[in-house]
Nanobody
Framework: QVQLVESGGRLVQAGGSLRLSCAAS????????VGWFRQSPGKEREFVTA????????YYTDSMKGRFTISRDNAKDTVYLQMNSLKPEDTAVYYC????????????????WGQGTQVTVSS
């Protein structure tokens, strides 16, 4: 069983940066692939990025590649999402997710979800 708790969401101006954190519980979290998703009002939840258990393989949605960076610190059981050059269209609730298999995270079918953290980008 894995529990995920996101933090770091807040109001930020366009062009700014923000780092989200996802703290995980569970002794074997280091064996899980992790990812970030987001959902804007009136839209479906969309995939942002994913990272395998070792941190060696990453996937990004094209529109966020180069602006967003996922990383993890397995010693702290924490996953991060660094977001730079933020745009108003990045406004959304951001969710952390995990599954033993990277493929399941990338395809949007992880076993575990966090409760989400709100990011609002003002123009």
């Amino acid at each position: 069983q894995v529990q995920l708790v996101e933090s770091g969401g807040r109001l930020v101006q366009a062009g700014g940066s923000l780092r989200l954190s996802c703290a995980a519980s569970g002794r074997t979290f280091s064996t899980y692939a992790v990812g970030w998703f987001r959902q804007s009002p009136g839209k479906e939840r969309e995939f942002v990025t994913a990272l395998d258990s070792s941190g060696g393989s990453t996937y990004y949605t094209d529109s966020m590649k180069g602006r967003f960076t996922i990383s993890r610190d397995n010693a702290k059981d924490t996953v991060y999402l660094q977001m730079n050059s933020l745009k108003p269209e990045d406004t959304a609730v951001y969710y952390c997710a995990a599954h033993l298999r990277l493929y399941m995270v990338v395809t949007g079918t992880p076993d575990y979800w966090g409760q989400g953290t709100q990011v609002t980008v003002s123009s």
